[in-house]
């Protein structure tokens, strides 16, 4: 018996919920950094599904692109952090706000 | 249908636990656990390309990185303090957007019309050279139809590279205790200096 693609889909989606509480409600930016990449796993995980479903693999591709964007988006979201933070031992992104107007 | 069940039952336990996790170590291995149980689900969906790739770049390098950054921020005397968590005073309207998000996907997906090709009769099975989503397949579509966006791939990771570079490369004056009294020229110097000279040059 085969799994529906709904039923992939929807695992995409519950995983992209959590995700998104974890990004809206966390204060650790590295630990939002974290929930951040569980989104981009579950839109691939959908992207995936779908390929799967019309056999075709432009969804690989796809998915192939998200993986090397993630990939680029963690390096520099990890070097802001390294520079916001390693003046004080406190990390909080509350706390970064030299942009305000 | 079982390997799906506890695959869906490892990648949801693992990301809540990534979540709700107090530390940032744990939540990489929270991560770990749920980036091998996507791969795996990969190989279920046949892309056999994308779940070595899940495991060679997000487990292998993005991971990795997560560690190396937070061993750097808690390489003084002590770890670094975190804030107490948002969650008990946004936590019903943040419930409210990503319930919102899960219900508009949920609805979009089931009412999207799918009609499922066997891939048993059209491409051969899994393992095949040249089935659906073997990386001869894969391969296929990303040098010929796609060839464009790869190169563009090349590109947003040069982007990010330089960009690391000129974010966290050169060290502020007494940043952490320990750190090499002499400054350094880095890398920013030359430009910032370019930009000052040009702004002179503009009046």
Redesign the interface.
């Known amino acids: 018996m085969t799994v529906s693609p709904e039923s992939y889909v929807a695992l995409s989606a519950v995983l992209f919920f959590i995700g998104v509480v974890g990004v809206i409600a966390r204060r650790n930016p590295l630990i939002m950094l974290m929930s951040i990449e569980l989104l981009f796993n579950a839109a691939n995980l959908a992207l995936v599904a779908y390929a799967r479903a019309w056999v075709n693999n432009t969804g690989h591709v796809f998915a192939f692109l998200v993986i090397t964007v993630a990939a680029a988006e963690a390096a520099i979201g990890l070097a802001i952090v390294t520079m916001t933070f390693r003046r004080s031992a406190h990390v909080d992104v509350d706390e970064v706000s030299a942009l305000r107007g | 249908?079982i390997v799906?069940g506890i695959l869906?039952l490892v990648?949801?336990a693992s990301?809540?636990f990534?979540?709700t996790?107090q530390k940032?170590v744990y939540?990489?291995v929270g991560?770990l656990a749920?980036?091998i149980a996507?791969a795996a689900?990969?190989l279920?969906?046949?892309?056999e390309?994308?779940a070595v790739?899940?495991i060679v770049?997000?487990s292998g390098?993005?991971l990795i990185?997560?560690v190396f950054?937070?061993a750097?921020?808690s390489s003084?005397t002590?770890p670094?303090?975190?804030?107490?968590?948002?969650?008990p005073r946004?936590?019903i309207p943040?419930?409210a957007?990503?319930?919102l998000?899960?219900a508009g996907?949920?609805v979009t997906?089931?009412h999207t019309p799918?009609?499922?090709?066997s891939?048993a009769t059209?491409?051969g099975t899994t393992g095949d050279a040249n089935a659906?989503?073997s990386v001869a397949?894969?391969g296929a579509?990303?040098f010929t139809?796609?060839l464009l966006?790869?190169e563009v791939?090349a590109f947003?990771?040069m982007?990010?590279?330089i960009?690391?570079v000129l974010?966290?490369g050169d060290a502020?004056p007494g940043?952490?205790e320990g750190r090499r009294k002499k400054r350094r020229p880095g890398v920013r110097e030359p430009i910032v200096k370019a930009l000052r000279q040009a702004q002179d040059d503009n009046g």
Not at chain 2, 44 to 47: F, I, K, M
Not at chain 2, 80 to 87: L, N, R, S, T
Not at chain 2, 114 to 117: A, G, P, R, S
């Open positions: 249908m799906f869906a990648l949801i990301a809540v990534t979540v996790a940032p939540s990489v991560l749920n980036f996507l689900m990969y279920t969906l046949q892309a390309f994308l790739m899940q770049v997000y390098a993005i990185l997560f950054v937070i750097l921020l003084g002590r670094f303090e975190v804030g107490p968590d948002k969650a946004i936590l943040a419930l957007i990503a319930v998000t899960l996907l949920t997906a089931l799918i009609t499922v090709v891939t059209t491409n659906f989503g397949n894969f579509a990303l139809t796609n966006p790869f791939t947003i990771l982007v990010a590279v960009g690391v974010i966290a502020t940043a952490v």
